[in-house]
Nanobody
Framework: QVQLVESGGGSVPAGGSLRLSCAAS????????MEWFRQAPGKERQFVAA??????????TYDDSVKGRFTISRDDAKNTVALQMNSLKPEDTAVYFC???????????????WGKGTLVTVSS
């Protein structure tokens, strides 16, 4: 089992920044691919970013909607994964979820463990 807890959500004006963090506990964190998803009201959960195991160089993927604005990173020593979000837009408003899986999925159905989410609200 892996337990995931997100933090860092909040309300910001358009153009602002937030940094989300996800703390993991349980099984060996470094074994897992970590991904961020988001879900806006009335919409399906959507892939945001993924980061592979630390020894897999270049293993970062972003959804086109966040490329150049969001940065995913991981710290295996601290069992954390972060999502730095810059130049936020009102359409980024959603609940953001951290998820873990043994292999990269880029889809909610492929993830093994989920956090409860943290709300990000971007005002225009």
């Amino acid at each position: 089992q892996v337990q995931l807890v997100e933090s860092g959500g909040g309300s910001v004006p358009a153009g602002g920044s937030l940094r989300l963090s996800c703390a993991a506990s349980g099984r060996t964190f470094s074994y897992y691919v970590m991904e961020w998803f988001r879900q806006a009201p009335g919409k399906e959960r959507q892939f945001v970013a993924a980061i592979m195991w630390s020894d897999w160089s270049g293993g970062i993927t972003y959804d086109d909607s966040v490329k150049g604005r969001f940065t995913i990173s991981r710290d295996d020593a601290k069992n954390t994964v972060a999502l730095q979000m810059n130049s936020l837009k009102p359409e980024d408003t959603a609940v953001y979820f951290c998820a873990a899986a043994r292999f990269r999925s880029l889809a909610p159905s492929g993830m093994d463990y989920w956090g409860k989410g943290t709300l990000v609200t971007v005002s225009s």
